[in-house]
């Protein structure tokens, strides 16, 4: 059975490559393809490829894996996405410039006219009026502010 670390670094000497033709040739077409081929082929290149996919490999397995989940309370290098889709969601809101707080007031505003000039007062939109027309006037009156 082959080991973790040997198909994790099979990866990265094939992604490696693949890459690095694949630059080349969306840079300088197929001609510089091939120049690259040649190259990876040298002594030179061999040992360039392996030692990236030795430095990838060891990034890979030493990351933690968060397939059951956890928390992660400082910087790290995780894995993600290793036994499908995954998400990470942050714990902490960024919190807002002034800039943005202010805009913030602004759209409230211009939502709270829209508002209050095309629905009832049992918040009931009026008739022939839409919550299209209501963005379309919050819109209006947002360039005003």
Do not use: C
């Not at 190259?39 to 030795?54: D, F, K, R």
């Amino acid at each position: 059975m082959v080991s973790q670390q040997v198909l994790v670094k099979n990866f990265y000497r094939a992604l490696l490559s693949a890459s690095y033709i694949a630059g080349a040739t969306a840079v300088g077409g197929p001609p510089a393809g091939a120049v690259a081929a040649r190259s990876i082929a040298t002594p030179l290149g061999v040992a360039s490829i392996e030692l990236a996919a030795q430095q990838a490999t060891d990034f890979t397995i030493g990351s933690k894996a968060m397939h059951e989940g956890g928390l992660i309370t400082e910087p790290t290098f995780a894995l993600l996405g290793e036994f499908g889709p995954e998400m990470v969601i942050p714990l902490k809101k960024k919190p807002r410039s002034r800039k943005q707080r202010a805009n913030d007031k602004k759209k409230s505003r211009a939502w709270s006219e829209a508002n209050a000039a095309l629905r009832n007062k049992n918040g009931q939109l009026k008739k022939g009026r839409t919550q299209k027309d209501v963005a379309q006037r919050a819109n209006r009156i947002l360039r005003r502010l």
